[in-house]
């Protein structure tokens, strides 16, 4: 937090979040445990790969998780769990606003 405290205090309290991070490498058992305890008490988290890329949102309204994945990666995931409908964000986009 010390590292953080000069960007903290340059904030203006009418800017809200100053879009602070925690740098994980879930390779690491140690880091992947701490993934697993904080997240669901977070109310944003975002997963990048090592290049940076967009993986994978979860946020505190509980109602959807965002992920970016091969077809591959969608068919096992759909497998997994077990007929549980996942849509596009274009589609649940699309019904939200009609």
Known sequence: TGEA????DSEEPSKGDPGMGVDLDVRDAAHALILRTFAPW???????????????????????????????????ITAALGGLPIVTLRDLRARRRK
Do not use: H, K
Request: proline share 3%; aromatic share 10%; net charge negative.
């Open 42 to 76: 977070s109310i944003n988290v975002e997963l990048y790969d090592a290049s940076m890329r967009w993986v994978a949102e979860m946020t505190d309204t509980g109602y959807s998780v965002c992920f970016n994945v091969t077809e591959q990666e969608l068919a096992e």
């Open 5 to 8: 405290q000069p960007m903290l």
